[in-house]
């Protein structure tokens, strides 16, 4: 009996520690998030310090924007991440539908509460500022190395683009 206790208790050691690593997301080599798909967008003009803001489909109305403590972690300010070929990916959520306001990261995170979208409506910069934006997506969880890879590769194949 005890020999059996043994077999069966290596048995299950086992075979937990031989799972298989498909399920697993692979390791995060960068500050860029794992994911299934991914917004990637080139801008009209270098908007990179700038907060973005999501406008309604007419553009008159604020949808969506950051509360000042938002922009900022304990790693630094919310900035998008820079890709291969000038492409960026947002870490807050852009969408189509983005804009950006004249305020930087740094001037925004310092403003002693946030400003309600009427004020912010009137700290837009421009309301059409995407040049250029693709959706990729993938079965498996992708990071910013495939991303990368996948732009220098030609990835319009395989991508979405939904803004020309």
Avoid at 29 to 38: G, H, N
Avoid at 128 to 154: C, F, H, M, Q
Wanted: aromatic residues 10%; hydrophobic residues 40%; contains cysteine.
């Amino acid at each position: 009996m005890k020999y059996l206790n043994i077999i069966i208790i290596a048995m299950i050691a086992l075979s937990m520690s031989c799972k298989t690593t498909q399920s697993k997301k692979p390791e995060l080599a960068t500050q860029m998030a794992i994911r299934k798909s991914f917004f990637i967008y080139k801008t009209t003009q270098n908007y990179q310090d700038n907060v973005p803001v999501r406008l309604s489909e007419d553009g008159k109305v604020l949808i969506w924007f950051p509360g000042v403590g938002d922009v900022k972690t304990d790693n630094g300010f919310m900035k998008p991440i820079q890709l291969s070929k000038g492409y960026l990916y947002d870490q807050q959520g852009i969408g189509t539908d983005v804009a950006f306001l004249d305020f930087t990261y740094e001037q925004y995170s310092k403003l002693p509460q946030t400003p309600d979208p009427e004020a912010l409506m009137q700290h837009i910069l421009n309301k059409k500022p995407l040049k250029e934006a693709w959706i990729i997506t993938g079965r498996e969880y992708i990071d910013i190395n495939n991303v990368n890879s996948l732009i220098e590769n030609n990835f319009l194949k395989d991508a979405v683009q939904v803004v020309k």
